[in-house]
């Protein structure tokens, strides 16, 4: 799918995220050298053809005084996932929840629902209200905390540097 100079500027211009003003549109278009008009129009159009998949947001949790956050796991009822998640989606603490499929013996869980908290006793707690308000209690369970963060940020739309090929050997794999 060919792109027009604009609209690869375009998707430069966002790739790290819209900038967080009254009029993001507007900035971009400053950017740009487009009007707040036709930066909505080609963004709009991206979409349509499918170019970009969605909008969204990139929190970073963290810088907001959420310290902590888990991913819980269910193994639920193929039948009764969909009214489960209909129930987390609408807690408001929980910032994403699908269904996955299970990858037997290892992995028996197919509904997973982020909980992000001030610390690691709130997000326990919220899991057990999620737990509780979904009709998920006695249904197994997993709760993994994150360990480490990693670099946030949005998808990359135009084309990366072209990096050096080197083989993969013990001596390369540290570097």
């Not at 989606?89 to 197919?110: A, E, S």
């Not at 006793?121 to 369970?141: D, H, I, K, M, N």
């Not at 540097?161 to 001596?171: F, G, N, Q």
Request: a positive charge; charged letters at 20%.
């Amino acid at each position: 799918m060919a792109l027009t100079p604009f609209e690869r500027r375009l998707l430069t211009a966002i790739e790290d995220g819209l900038p967080f003003v009254p009029r993001p549109y507007a900035l971009i278009g400053e950017r740009v050298g487009a009007s707040e008009a036709a930066v909505i129009a080609g963004l709009t159009g991206l979409l349509e053809r499918g170019v970009i998949r969605r909008l969204g947001v990139v929190v970073r949790h963290h810088e907001l005084g959420y310290r902590a956050n888990a991913m819980t796991v269910w193994d639920v009822p193929d039948g009764a996932v969909r009214g489960a998640a209909a129930v987390l989606v609408g807690l408001p603490f929980v910032t994403l929840c699908y269904r996955r499929p299970r990858r037997p013996p290892l992995w028996p869980y197919n509904l997973f629902c982020m909980v992000h908290g001030k610390d690691r006793g709130v997000v326990e707690a919220q899991v057990e209200e999620a737990t509780a308000a979904a009709g998920l209690s006695g249904l197994p369970r997993a709760i993994l905390f994150s360990k480490r963060r990693f670099k946030q940020r949005g998808a990359r739309y135009a084309p990366a540097p072209a990096m050096k090929e080197t083989a993969w050997t013990p001596s390369t794999a540290a570097s």
